[in-house]
Each structure stands twice: as structure tokens, then as C-alpha cells.
């Protein structure tokens, strides 16, 4: 135990009784009350060091509470962490191990001296360093990123956003922590042929992205989330900390105290930015275990917006006109064409673009996703369009190049979408069933994907863009197996219709059938 932990123990000790031994040493019966403070300091520095141990008997085969002591900050190092926002924080007295991310060079921009060839050429070694393992062996990601998006965004017409990205590396933990057909399903699900093939391409892709050198970020962040009195083994663990940068904490599911850990953490990864979706978040008593995998992006348009070019105009919206501030520019480029909509790309510094794209008149944003067409488009050419766009080479057919007068709303919008029932759009049932699923890699305790919730929110100005997503994934405890129980309705019954809080709307018989 470190020295100020014992501090705190023995601070546990009122002053009125340090002063009353303190007196005691004028009278006469002082060996008297001796073994009696000497008992009462024992049983305080006991009770302090229960408090603050970490509870590490029941992590399977796993001696010390640190899973991967290399990239792991011992929690007695530090006892509180506050997030950006000074809303939240997170306890690392709770952290079995935190993830060190790797160091950036900082952007050549940074550079006292703009025209320091040298520092262009170590931030350019260093971006491509962390790239020359993705581009050796690009991840296919074009099957998942298909057919995720219509599963999660192809039947709403309300504001809806959905990070690919995160949303694969939430499942990818998942598989992790699966067995059977239920990491079966995922896989084929994540267009992976195997285990192996998914925790390398995961690593990959997250070092690939990983962007904080100053002018731009792109951060992903993943952790897990233990019951304390729950038994865990300790592979799974070590794996999630070394391809996915998983920190993971332990705690007692269902208190107040362990939901602002999880929520100050979700919070400090996105930059403050959902706070209005997180502050819901939380882990029920029941819950065995929780993923949650987060995404920050922020980056500079190559070339800003004139505020002074803004302009008032009408947005029609499903939900009528809105008069908005607009932003506009003209410049040389090319829209690309296809049957169902007109796109236009706006580049970032040194960080990607921004695509926009438009349906067709009379066809909705979540019709367009639904075709093949939108697929091909964001998905042409795979890691070939990312050349092209230095190239400039197209990767759309399509091209139609002129003086391209652009005009755009500022915008801030999010959503959160329950993930949990389009699972199954995906081929990914069993982890979802409470008999089927099979979490024995991570736990022998029956467990099942009872929630999967993914917040998103996108702001958008004459600067730049920021974005943040988080996906939430909460395990429970299935029960024993049921009994096979028929309810067939062959005969007069009752019906009730309940609200939204559960008052009856309707009751009714139903006596005879026509």
C-alpha cells in the first residue's frame, strides 16, 4: 500500500479521540489506554485497506490486478481523473488496467519555422509508419459497412447517425469475448474469416486511423467493464489491452458510483460532446459485463468558408421549412452523378474529406441507402479511392467537372439508436439469446447481449468538422434453461392495449370470431 493511502487510513481517525489519548499522557493510568488506541488505530488501518484494495480474487488464473502491467497505470497512482467537461470523472481506484496511446509527431504546421523541411518529414514518417501495415494489408470492411448501414439507418426518416468504425470495433470486441456460433455469427457479420484474422485487422485499422497531432484527431477508445464480484478470465482480458487498447475497470453493477465512472469515461473519449446521451447511460445490478467503444474526429476544412459570403435561406425539412444560416462557395471541382443522387466531396487538412450527397427529387435519404448504388459509391474503389484522392483520379464513373457553387447549413445534429433489434439483420442472433448465446471465453457464468445503444453527433461550420460516437454494449445473466410452455388463443380471451407508461388504453374480450 502506498504511504498516502495509509495516511488516508489513519486520517480515518477522529481528532477528538487523538486529542483524548493525547491527554491521557498527563494521568497517572496511561498504560492503561495504550493497548486500547493501539487496537482502535489497528482496526482503522484495516478497514482502510479493505476499502482501497483492489479486488482481484476472482479474475481467473490472474495474480495481480493489473491485466497487461506493461500499459497498464496502477490505480494507486492517482485517485481521481477529471474529463474535459469538469462534469465527470473517472475513478481510477476502479482501472484494473488503462491503455497508453502512442505518441504523435506533432503537424509540421506547429512548426515555429513553416518552412523547416525536417519537420515536414517527420510528421510524414510518422503518419506513414503507423500506415504501412494497413495499406500492406487492407482490412475489407466494404461487406460489413454494406449492409450495416442499411440495417441500422435504412428505415428511419428522423435525424440518424452511425459511426461504421466504432460500431465494428464494439462487435469485434464482442467476438472476443464470444464462443461458438455466437462468435461464428459475428464474424461472418464483420466479413472475417477467423478470430486471428479480426484481432489483426482490428489493430490495424485502429492504429491507421489514430490521428492527435495537434491540428487533427481521429481517437478511438475502447474499454471494458467488470462486476467486482463476478469471475473472468484473464486471456480475453490481455487480449482486448493489446490489439484493442481496451482499458478495463471493475466495480459493483447498479451503483451510483460505478455509473458516473462509466459515464465520465465515455465523456472524457468524446470530448464532452454527448453528454445529453450519456447521461443515461448506466449498468443494471443484473449486468454481467459491458463493452463500450468510443470515436472522436475533428479536423479543418482545407479550405474554410467565408463567413462573410453566409446567407439566410430555406431548409425543407419532413417537418416543414426552416430558415437557416448557410454557408457557400464557389470554386473548380466535380460533382459525381448516379442514377439516385449528386455527391460533392470537401477535403479536410491532412485528415480526409467530407462527402455530401443528395437524392434524387422525391426520394428520401433513407431510400437512397437502401439501394446498392449508395453502397458502391461510398464504397468505390476501397483503399484505391483514398489514392485517388491524391491522384485525382476518380474512383465514380461518373464525373461532371465545372466552377462548383456549394452552399451548405451549418449544422449540429445527433441521435441515439438502439442497435439491439437490427442485430439479427446482421446474422448476429445468438449473442442476443438468452439460451443460445455462448460468452465462455470471457466468463463461465451464463451471459447474454441484453443492450447495444450507439450515440452519435455531428457539428459541422465555417472552420470544420467534429464528430463523436460511442456504442454501449451491456451483457446479462441468463437464467437456467425454460420449460416449453404453448399459449395458443383458441378460445375467448382478453386483450389490453397500455401506453407509454403502461396505463390501459383499451381492454377488451373477445367472445366469438367471425
Not at 468558408?305 to 426552416?322: A, C, L
Not at 491522384?391 to 441515439?416: G, L, Y
Not at 454501449?472 to 410452455?485: F, K
Amino acid at each position: 500500500m502506498k504511504r498516502e493511502k495509509l495516511q488516508d487510513a489513519v486520517g480515518m481517525i477522529g481528532d477528538d479521540l487523538i486529542e483524548e489519548a493525547a491527554n491521557y499522557k498527563k494521568k497517572r493510568n496511561i498504560f492503561r489506554w495504550i493497548p486500547a488506541v493501539a487496537i482502535l488505530l489497528c482496526i482503522s488501518i484495516l478497514m482502510g485497506v479493505v476499502a482501497l484494495r483492489p479486488k482481484e480474487e476472482n479474475l481467473k488464473d490472474s495474480p495481480t490486478p493489473e491485466i497487461v502491467p506493461e500499459i497498464a497505470d496502477e490505480a494507486e497512482d492517482v485517485n481521481i481523473e477529471y474529463s474535459m467537461t469538469d462534469e465527470h470523472y473517472y475513478s481510477l481506484d476502479y482501472c484494473l488496467s488503462k491503455a497508453t496511446y502512442p505518441e504523435r509527431v506533432l503537424n509540421y504546421s506547429l512548426n515555429a519555422d513553416l518552412n523547416d523541411q525536417n519537420a515536414y518529414e517527420k510528421w510524414r514518417e510518422d503518419v506513414s509508419s503507423y500506415r504501412t501495415a494497413y495499406d500492406s494489408n487492407t482490412p475489407d470492411l466494404s461487406k460489413f459497412i454494406k449492409s450495416s448501414t442499411k440495417a441500422f439507418l435504412g428505415d428511419t426518416e428522423d435525424n440518424a447517425i452511425y459511426s461504421p468504425v466504432n460500431v465494428y470495433m464494439a462487435l469485434a470486441m464482442l467476438a472476443e469475448t464470444s464462443g461458438g456460433e455466437s462468435r461464428t455469427q459475428i464474424l461472418e457479420a464483420l466479413g472475417s474469416d477467423g478470430i486471428e484474422s479480426l484481432r489483426s485487422d482490428a489493430n490495424a485499422i485502429w492504429n491507421a486511423l489514430y490521428t492527435d497531432d495537434g491540428t487533427a484527431k481521429t481517437i478511438l477508445a475502447n474499454s471494458l467493464w467488470l462486476r467486482e464480484e463476478g469471475e473472468y478470465k484473464r486471456e480475453p482480458l490481455e487480449i482486448l489491452a493489446e490489439k484493442y487498447y481496451a482499458s478495463t475497470f471493475r466495480g459493483r453493477m447498479g451503483s451510483k458510483e460505478y455509473d458516473e465512472v462509466l459515464r465520465g469515461w465515455l465523456n472524457e473519449q468524446t470530448d464532452g460532446m454527448l453528454t445529453d446521451q450519456v447521461k443515461g447511460i448506466g449498468m443494471p445490478e443484473e449486468t454481467v459485463l459491458a463493452l463500450a467503444s468510443t470515436i472522436l474526429f475533428n479536423a479543418k476544412w482545407a479550405d474554410e468558408f467565408n463567413p462573410e459570403r453566409n446567407s439566410e435561406r430555406v431548409f425543407h425539412g419532413t417537418d416543414g421549412k426552416v430558415t437557416t444560416e448557410f454557408m457557400n462557395e464557389s470554386r473548380n471541382g466535380s460533382v459525381s452523378v448516379g442514377d439516385n443522387f449528386t455527391a460533392y466531396k470537401k477535403y479536410f487538412t491532412e485528415n480526409g474529406h467530407m462527402t455530401f450527397i443528395l437524392p434524387k427529387e422525391g426520394m428520401t435519404p433513407a431510400e437512397l441507402i437502401a439501394t446498392d448504388e449508395f453502397a458502391e459509391y461510398i464504397l468505390c474503389g476501397g483503399r484505391e479511392s483514398y489514392m485517388s484522392d491524391m491522384t485525382d483520379k476518380p474512383c465514380w464513373d461518373s464525373e461532371r467537372h465545372a466552377i462548383i457553387n456549394f452552399s451548405m447549413p451549418k449544422f449540429d445534429v445527433s441521435s441515439q439508436l438502439d442497435l439491439t433489434k437490427d442485430l439479427g439483420k446482421l446474422g448476429i442472433t445468438d449473442i442476443t439469446d438468452e439460451i443460445k448465446a455462448d460468452m465462455s471465453p470471457i466468463t463461465d457464468a451464463g451471459a447474454f447481449l441484453d443492450t447495444m445503444v450507439h450515440g452519435a453527433r455531428v457539428t459541422v461550420d465555417e472552420k470544420g468538422c467534429k464528430a463523436a460516437a460511442f456504442t454501449m454494449m451491456l451483457c446479462g445473466a441468463t437464467s437456467a434453461p425454460l420449460d416449453e410452455i404453448n399459449f395458443v388463443l383458441d378460445r375467448p380471451f382478453v386483450f389490453v392495449i397500455g401506453g407509454y407508461d403502461g396505463l390501459p388504453l383499451f381492454i377488451g374480450t373477445v367472445n366469438n370470431l367471425d
